[in-house]
């Protein structure tokens, strides 16, 4: 094909739209309408509706601790295919399970100075509890798009380098679930606001992992 004639197929084809990004304010408000000073534990996901956006493979391998009868993280983001170890650094047992669909798991009990490992697969929210100690949860959000974030220490979203397309965002917090909303970033800065309401328990009710209620907590010389 002659240059002349590729030029003109080009300018026939549109022009080529820049990338975009997307940022604005995000507030978390508690049950009496003021929003919490920080946005710990809140994530947000940016998901391609018609973008040639490219599934970023498997993460870097994710550690979340079990201190002080506690997961630290609480909430992460990985990708299909991570590898998630749980090194245990109390002095008791611990034993991590998900029930979650595609990525159900059991570590079994470990003792202290363990690190089960674990590999996440299907994309989703992974809901992380310790079969021992009902008070212990934590969630990994497995993601098939470079766009995701945990809002720790911000007050706002910000993705950069955004195809242009259509995009779906969703926001989700322990304690308010999720909200989602469709946009469209076309080679400029998108702008928005977002808020979400914590109604939930910071505790949300479940079973372990037999499907059976938690046995009373023992008193301070148990686990």
Not at 15 to 40: C, E, F, H, M
Not at 113 to 131: A, E, F, H, I, Q
């Amino acid at each position: 094909m002659k240059p002349f004639l590729i030029k003109a197929v080009l300018a026939a084809a549109g022009p080529v739209l820049a990338a975009g990004s997307l940022q604005g304010p995000v507030r978390i408000l508690d049950r009496d309408g003021r929003p919490r000073p920080t946005l710990k534990d809140c994530v947000a996901i940016l998901e391609p509706l018609d973008a040639a956006v490219r599934a970023p493979g498997p993460s870097r391998p994710l550690v979340i601790r079990t201190a002080n009868k506690e997961f630290s993280p609480r909430v992460s983001i990985a990708t299909p295919g991570t590898e998630v170890s749980f090194p245990n650094m109390d002095s008791i047992l611990h034993n991590v399970f998900s029930l979650t669909p595609g990525n159900r798991f059991d570590t079994g009990h470990y003792l202290p100075g363990d690190s089960p490992r674990v590999r996440l697969s299907g994309p989703g929210l992974v809901r992380l509890y310790c079969n021992v100690h009902h008070q212990m949860n934590a969630f990994v959000w497995v993601v098939e798009t470079p766009f995701a974030q945990v809002l720790e220490h911000r007050k706002d979203l910000r993705f950069d380098n955004v195809p242009p397309g259509s995009y779906r965002l969703r926001l989700w917090h322990p304690e308010a679930g999720e909200r989602t909303w469709a946009l469209r970033i076309d080679g400029a800065a998108t702008r928005g606001s977002w808020d979400l309401e914590a109604t939930l328990p910071a505790t949300p009710p479940h079973k372990n992992k037999f499907g059976k209620d938690y046995p009373p907590p023992p008193d301070e010389t148990g686990y």
